[in-house]
């Protein structure tokens, strides 16, 4: 039965990649996934350009599992050789935009779903979403979606990782600083360069180690990666900008390292935003138990994805690999996509509760 879920998926993965599904303009894939789901005569749910339905025996009281994974892409990079929207097989490959990150693990997680769609008593409910907006973390995309779905006990989030399972993934802040010094002529010595004040806190940030470590993730780093400042070569600057990007691990919260760096820097500082969360999930969770049966290795992952934006436990588990993500040329062998739909489909076959 999977062999022959793997042909469809491959059909239906080489049809959605050739409909062009930028961020904030997937309404055309969403389209399609809509009416795919209509032939399937599966019901679902509309928002914005998310997509959502529930397995056919679908019981309030028991626990919810969400598949999740994006119908959003990249836009595509001038080193192509090949047509991005050509969902063309070649050898052993099938090439296109998305098709690694994250269109093979979209459809296997939908195949996985249609399996079990039908099912008597399952232990669990089945919840399948395709989300947009990924690939820019958009507002109209899962944090949109959560205020419309059921309630959600845990996910599994579909991303190229090797079908290998990640447990933890850091989560983002960005940081806008800015230092204060008085303005100048450069001759005089009766300014105040706010380059030299803002340096003592670069510095800070390039050498500073939080205490805490994450067992899957390691350290929280810090990296300065933008600076402005001055408006003339003559005049001592009274302001310096910089902006720091910071990769929280589940060992802390955003509010607790933004209060830690302010009680160290002496330059202003403000959080663009607290959305992206670092996550983890516990080692006796459902899931971690399931993927153990599995034997599926498990890690912790330093690249974003709506993981970040989900209050549930979560692992981040798909097909293809993150390295193919946003190349050129991109592609997903087409093995992975039938080991992809075997291995959810044990998955959840192993869960219990």
Known sequence: MQESYANRAIELLSSIISIPSLSKEE??????????LTHENIPFHRVKN??????????????TLLLNSHI?????????????????????KLYGLGSNDAGASLISLLFCFIHFYNAENLPINIIFAASA???????????????????????IVGEP?????????NGLMVLDCKAKGVAAHAANDNGSNAIYIALKDIEWFRTYSFKKESKWLGKVKMQVTQINAG?????VPDECKFVVDIRITDAY????????????????????????????????HFLMKAGKDCKLKTYGSHTLSDKALMPF???????????????????IFVKEIEEGINTYIQLLNKIEK
Not at 27 to 36: H, L, R
Not at 50 to 63: L, M, Q, S
Not at 147 to 154: G, N, Q, S, V
């Open 231 to 235: 408006s003339q070569h003559n005049v």
């Open 253 to 284: 919260t955003h509010e607790e390292i933004l209060e830690e760096i302010k009680q160290h820097v002496s330059c202003e500082v403000s959080a663009r935003s607290m959305r992206l969360r670092a996550t983890g999930i516990s080692d006796n």
């Open 72 to 92: 959003d892409t990249v836009k595509p990079n001038n080193n192509y050789t090949r047509n991005p929207y050509e969902g063309k097989i070649d050898g052993d």
């Open 50 to 63: 998310n997509i959502w339905c529930a397995n056919k025996n679908y019981d309030a009281g028991k626990t």
């Open 27 to 36: 309404d055309k894939v969403a389209d399609f996934i809509c009416g795919y």
């Open 133 to 155: 907006e990924e690939e820019i973390s958009g507002e109209n995309g899962m944090e949109l979606l959560l205020m419309h779905l059921p309630k959600i006990d845990a996910a």
């Open 313 to 331: 436990p979560s692992v981040k588990i798909g097909v293809g690999d993150s390295l193919r993500s946003h190349t050129a040329d991109e592609f």
């Open 161 to 169: 990782t090797k079908m290998e399972m990640a447990v933890a993934e």
